[in-house]
């Protein structure tokens, strides 16, 4: 069973950084792409970085690229999210979540396991 | 970019049929996903590629698209179906891959 548990969130000050966790478990995590997607209190969501199984290549949503960055480790079945220069607009849920492979292994664009989500807090 | 238009809100009665529509501007065909979030849970994908049902899905959810409007049907509805419900397609390109829809509240009356 795929499981991926978020951690590291919490209060951060405006300008502060966070870094944030996510263990997965019950797959092959090299073998595929992970994202963090977050969602402000009451909002949507809102896609926020994608890192690809081997961690060769990153992405990031215009609103934290710069900012935010994403990264992998494969021998410890982690992913992470360094977040720095924080404001107000960050403060959300952030989701890990795994994108599955076609049959070739080609990464595909939509999310099939999400984790529980942190929350991220940023105070003026 | 792709701009993904659902209702604010949905409301249905037990056992009736819940449609929730997903406009898609930027005429083409885009194959649609659909995630359902209760209060408090983590997204949950429950149709991909328009029609397809992760295990673990009823059948009483389905999905279907005409291009420009993709609709997610909940028949049989039940009182554990009350949940928002996001849309999501790829935003054709590395730098926009997931473009989520604004989302709909399904009310179960």
């Known amino acids: 069973e795929v499981q991926l548990v978020e951690s590291g969130g919490g209060l951060a000050q405006r300008g502060g950084s966070l870094r944030l966790f996510c263990a997965a478990s019950?797959?092959?995590?090299?073998?595929?792409?992970m994202s963090w997607v977050r969602q402000a209190p009451g909002k949507g969501l809102e896609w926020v970085s994608r890192?690809?199984?081997?961690?060769?290549?990153?992405y990031y949503a215009d609103a934290v690229r710069g900012r935010f960055t994403i990264s992998r480790d494969n021998s410890k079945n982690t992913l992470y999210l360094q977040m720095s220069g924080l404001g107000a607009e960050d403060t959300a849920f952030y989701y890990c979540?795994?994108?599955?492979?076609?049959?070739?292994?080609?990464?595909?664009?939509?999310?099939?396991?999400w984790g529980q989500g942190t929350l991220v807090t940023v105070s003026a | 970019s792709y701009v993904l238009t659902q209702p604010p809100s949905v409301s249905v009665a037990p056992g009736e049929t819940a449609r929730i529509t997903c406009g898609i501007n930027?005429?083409?065909?885009?194959?649609v996903h659909w995630y359902q979030q209760k209060p408090g849970q983590a997204p949950v994908l429950v149709i991909y590629?328009?029609?397809d049902r992760p295990s673990g899905t009823p059948e009483r959810f389905s999905g279907s698209n005409s291009g420009n409007t993709a609709t997610l049907t909940i028949t049989r509805v039940e009182a554990g179906d009350e949940a928002d419900y996001y849309c999501?397609?790829?935003?054709?390109?590395?730098?926009?891959?997931?473009?989520f829809g604004t989302g709909t509240k399904v009310t179960v009356l």
């Open positions: 979540a795994k994108s599955p492979n076609d049959p070739s292994g080609y990464h595909l664009y939509y999310l099939d396991s």
């Open positions: 019950g797959f092959n995590f090299g073998r595929y792409a």
């Open positions: 890192v690809s199984g081997s961690g060769a290549n990153t």
């Open positions: 930027n005429s083409g065909s885009k194959s």
């Open positions: 590629y328009d029609t």
């Open positions: 999501q397609v790829w935003g054709s390109s590395s730098d926009h891959p997931y473009v």
